[in-house]
């Protein structure tokens, strides 16, 4: 799929549903990937949802096959947000009327689905978030520290590009990352983010993407933000994943009106690691109900 905003392209992908009838929604349904990561994170779970549903994988902008910002433009928050909106908007619709979307978001995904819900609660029918429930804080008095260290690497740059012999070798880094994949989630998730160079493979994805936040909330912004949520929410909490051991989810939790949780096993790509039935019962059980 292509999607041509005003600004930029995204891309993606699309599980036409096997069938539909009364007794499911017929509401689309948008998936939105974590950082780093690409629409083919969902490349497991999306076909057990297309059993019944509409289901849209996208390309956030700078990652997979979808359009990078200009350089020192940056990828705050708000820019993710405001291209879901655009897309929505602009292509999600029933013969021009506005029409609702269901939101499945992982990690930044989610952070991204919950904070347009609570800003357009008239364009979402039901969010699930994967092992996500907003985004990471600063303290007032770390702003200035946060944002000359921003500018600095912004002024410094992202380096020389790493080049690999083998999608194989590339799936090995990936392997080892921040957050850990088996080889074969590393080989499903990663040729979406790779592209032909000189000498082998290099990541498509833009370098802009690890560069830091200029600007970060505070949790009581944060909380402020999901106390606006009125659209009904799912959050899977993954046993061992990145939250697991966040001392102000219960905060969070409270903070949103009505949240459902369900804890699944597995770590922080629940969704694409190891055995993901638990999850797919969890999205599925939650966006099909009419």
């Not at 009838?21 to 999306?46: C, E, K, Y």
């Not at 930044?108 to 819900?117: C, K, M, Q, T, V």
């Not at 697991?244 to 009505?258: F, K, V």
């Amino acid at each position: 799929m292509s999607w041509p905003l005003r600004h930029l392209t995204l891309a993606g992908l699309h599980w036409p549903a096997s069938h539909t009838d009364s007794h499911t929604p017929d509401t689309p349904v948008l998936m939105i990937h974590g950082w780093l990561d690409n629409a083919l994170s969902f490349a497991r779970l999306a076909p057990v949802l297309a059993q019944d549903r509409n289901v849209y994988a996208i390309d956030l902008a700078g990652h997979g096959q979808s359009g990078h910002r200009p350089p020192g433009q940056g990828y705050p928050l708000t820019d993710y947000i405001a291209d879901l909106a655009e897309l929505v908007e602009t292509y999600f619709n029933d013969d021009g009327a506005p029409a609702k979307v269901d939101l499945v978001g992982h990690s930044l995904g989610g952070i991204i689905s919950l904070f347009y819900a609570a800003a357009f609660p008239e364009r979402v029918r039901r969010v699930v978030l994967i092992d996500s429930l907003g985004p990471l804080t600063r303290q007032p008095s770390e702003v200035i520290p946060q944002m000359r260290k921003a500018i600095r690497k912004r002024l410094a740059g992202s380096g020389r590009p790493v080049v690999y012999d083998t999608i194989k070798e590339a799936a090995k880094a990936r392997e080892g990352g921040m957050i850990p994949l088996s080889h074969e989630a590393a080989m499903t998730l990663i040729p979406r983010n790779l592209q032909e160079v000189a000498g082998g493979y290099g990541w498509s994805t833009d370098a802009q993407l690890r560069h830091p936040s200029m600007i970060m909330m505070d949790e009581s912004q944060v909380q402020g933000c999901l106390e606006q949520v009125r659209t009904p929410t799912r959050f899977v909490r993954a046993e061992k994943g990145l939250l697991a051991s966040r001392p102000e989810l219960n905060l969070r939790a409270e903070a949103i009106a009505g949240l459902d949780i369900v804890s699944v096993p597995g770590g922080h790509h629940c969704h694409l690691d190891g055995d993901i039935g638990p999850v797919a019962n969890a999205v599925r059980d939650f966006i099909n109900v009419v």
